[in-house]
């Protein structure tokens, strides 16, 4: 299943490339050997905090990630659980992951959705909002603090 249009200039590639460690000034939180999370440049509903996990390296969609790297994904998404827990005092934590146009793929590289969730936060059927510069850095801020 291969989607990307050709000629495609993967953003988070661009963003892979550029990382040695979190900067303070940047919406990326964590940086592992082979997967990093950010905070996105939207949330949804009333829930701000999300992330995104994505490899290092360019996989397109979960038919082509190596299954050597389930171990960093989950490595990764408990660390977020426990810092969005103590950053933002959620209740609970979702995850989701999109596949090909049909399952709403919009960037052509594996990333896994990780929330922080409360009682009646609007994320099913919640609308998409662009988080202003400075709330995104604030939110990556919380997160960096938390994650220590």
Aim: hydrophobic share 40%.
């Amino acid at each position: 299943m291969k989607n990307a249009p050709i000629g495609y200039d993967c953003p988070f590639c661009r963003l892979a490339a550029t990382l040695p460690e979190p900067a303070p000034e940047s919406a990326v939180v964590l940086v592992a050997p082979r997967v990093f999370a950010f905070i996105p440049l939207h949330h949804y509903g009333d829930i701000q905090g999300n992330c995104l996990i994505a490899p290092r390296a360019h996989y397109e969609n979960v038919l082509d990630i190596p299954e050597d790297l389930g171990n960093d994904f989950f490595r990764a998404t408990r660390l977020l659980a426990v810092a969005m827990q103590d950053a933002f005092g959620c209740e609970g934590i979702s995850t989701r992951q999109h596949n090909g146009p049909a399952g709403n793929q919009d960037v052509w590289h594996y990333h896994l959705h990780v929330f922080p969730r409360f009682h009646g936060d609007g994320l099913w059927g919640g609308n998409k909002v662009l988080y202003t510069a400075e709330e995104r850095l604030e939110v990556a801020s919380r997160l960096r603090s938390a994650l220590g």
